[in-house]
């Protein structure tokens, strides 16, 4: 089981780049990491999701080193509506479950 | 694609009532939904695993007599809080996976706000 862990908080000013990392030093060898957006009273939303090296899609971008034992997810030129909390997670082999961590606590100021 | 639909999406009942929870998977066949509940300031804590056609699997502590599951279809899961008590008050959040393969990632339902008086 791949615990996670995050920071508990991050300020940033809107326009900004925003990097979050998460540990997963015990991640196995078939699982992939997933990165989550929760807005208050909502469910977590699917942000991206990657296995090694870079991932990108329209809204951020996944870096994972070579030991994938950490990731770092980016959000560029971050805006208002981009405060929220960032989960990560480890896992998807077959039916293996999920854990969140505590997430991290994105704010963004104007 | 990959929608996920939680009904309610709140619930306000006396104690002692069973309160009844739906999660949808829209536009794909989930063979796994999980079930989350998350009280407030907190992170998600996982409650069950439900697979389809066979009886969900409960994480220590959570009572299963209590919390029933069930998953009848490719598309449907629901969770029956039974004689449900002010302490059973939280966040209910259901997700669903497109498959087992390692890269399918779970979509969460918008979660359900259930209020025991």
């Not at chain 1, 809107?14 to 469910?43: K, L």
């Not at chain 2, 998953?71 to 959040?93: K, Q, R």
Request: hydrophobic fraction near 30%; proline fraction near 4%; charged fraction near 15%.
């Amino acid at each position: 089981l791949a615990k996670t862990t995050q920071p508990i908080s991050m300020d940033s000013y809107e326009g900004q780049e925003v990097n979050i990392t998460c540990s997963h030093n015990n991640i196995a060898t078939n699982d992939y990491i997933t990165w989550y957006q929760q807005f208050p009273s909502q469910g977590p939303r699917f942000i991206i999701q990657g296995y090694k090296t870079k991932v990108t899609n329209e809204v951020a971008s996944l870096f994972i080193p070579a030991d994938r034992k950490s990731s770092t997810l980016s959000l560029p030129r971050v805006s208002l509506s981009d405060t929220a909390v960032y989960y990560c997670l480890v896992g998807g082999n077959n039916f293996n479950k999920f854990y969140f961590g505590s997430g991290t606590k994105l704010n963004v100021k104007p | 694609g990959a929608v996920v639909s939680q009904h309610p999406s709140w619930v306000i009942c006396k104690s002692g009532t069973s309160v009844k929870i739906e999660c949808r998977s829209l536009d794909f066949q989930a063979t796994t939904m999980f079930w989350y509940r998350q009280f407030p300031k907190q992170s998600l804590m996982l409650m069950a695993t439900s697979n389809e056609g066979s009886k969900a699997t409960y994480e220590q502590g959570v009572e299963k007599d209590k919390f029933l599951i069930n998953h009848a279809s490719l598309t449907l899961s629901t969770l029956t809080v039974t004689s449900a008590h002010p302490e059973d008050s939280s966040f209910y959040i259901c997700s669903a996976r497109n498959g087992t393969r390692n890269n399918q990632p779970q979509h969460f339902g918008d979660g359900t706000r259930l209020s025991i008086l």
